[in-house]
């Protein structure tokens, strides 16, 4: 269970990503916000913040990025990234989702953020909002926080035009949210079309927090498909100044010379059905850090402290809820 803090970022932060909501709008629910971003928080000063991380994340061997329709302006920051310069960034892997809708208009006291919609006609406007941005550097298109009951795992039109996008060369997938992961992530993966499997990919909450979806998850890859893990660091939560969960992650930290985040998503990393690990940084400080956990090795008597942090997951996701948009 060591780590060596001084040397440089190895290949295997190839397995993490970098996520864009906390960059690409002003008003987040992670915590701490105040503190991490621009007082102002224009839209040029996001966008600079958002090219600072993705330059620092490619750098250090990131290849995966995280969007979405409704994270504000991020699939147009990324765009703006992606054209600049000489470097055609190959091997990146850009994924988006669609499913919400952006309502902010780039205000934190918006009293409504975001609008969810898994009907058709919002795939396809936001699938052509998507590609007028990303075109053919699109990858990867999941659903936006799918549950066990939305129409999203039924609705067979939708099937067609999610199939359509995938023989076009787009990987199709689907993210998670709430108590009921496993079941939407079960549900999932019993929905085909022409006799194969539609969804290829899932994105879950998993944390030390909330680890509740990890059995469905590991039989996602168990059946072939790509698992992305995002909230690693429970929108902040885990790090909460005086909360027993950081109190525990210190603990470990000081044992293996890693800082209290890099530790948490080691844990994350630990799973063997996590193919890659999102990191929400920030600033350039966080992503650093974050991505430390590739050096991180926690042996199975760490894992089962760790994993005492765990919540119930309706307790998790009612408090998850609570936060602030700020």
């Not at 864009?20 to 102002?40: C, E, Q, S």
């Not at 969804?199 to 996602?220: D, I, K, M």
């Amino acid at each position: 269970m060591t780590v060596d803090p001084a040397r440089p970022h190895p290949a295997p932060t190839a397995r993490m990503g970098l996520g864009l909501a906390a960059v690409g709008r002003p008003g987040y629910i992670n915590l701490g916000r105040g503190r991490d971003l621009p007082a102002g928080r224009t839209v040029e000063e996001m966008r600079r913040r958002t090219h600072e991380l993705l330059d620092l994340a490619w750098d250090l061997g990131v290849r995966h990025v995280d969007t979405a329709r409704s994270y504000g302006r991020a699939e147009e920051f990324l765009a703006d990234w992606l054209r600049r310069g000489d470097d055609p960034r190959e091997g990146l892997t850009v994924g988006s989702k669609w499913g919400y809708t952006y309502t902010a208009g780039w205000s934190v006291d918006a009293p409504v953020h975001e609008v969810k919609d898994h009907g058709v006609a919002t795939y396809d406007r936001q699938l052509a909002e998507t590609r007028a941005l990303l075109g053919d550097r699109l990858d990867l298109y999941q659903i936006h926080s799918v549950t066990p009951g939305s129409t999203a795992l039924t609705d067979t039109v939708l099937h067609r035009r999610l199939a359509a996008l995938a023989a076009e060369g787009v990987t199709v997938g689907l993210s998670t949210s709430g108590p009921d992961q496993g079941d939407a992530v079960r549900a999932a993966l019993e929905v085909t079309v022409d006799g194969g499997p539609l969804f290829r990919s899932v994105q879950s909450t998993w944390n030390l927090l909330e680890p509740s979806a990890g059995p469905a998850l590991a039989e996602a890859h168990g059946a072939g498909r790509t698992v992305i893990v995002k909230e690693g660091l429970a929108n902040g939560r885990l790090l909460e100044p005086g909360s027993r969960p950081l109190a525990a992650l210190e603990a470990v930290a000081r044992e293996t010379g890693a800082s209290p985040d890099a530790v948490a998503l080691a844990a994350v990393l630990h799973q063997p059905w996590a193919g890659t690990v999102l990191s929400g940084a920030a600033t350039a400080g966080q992503l650093a850090g974050n991505l430390r956990a590739a050096d991180v090795r926690l042996d199975e008597e760490v894992l089962a402290r760790l994993g005492e942090l765990a919540e119930e997951p309706g307790e998790y996701w009612a408090r998850r809820s609570r936060l602030p948009w700020a």
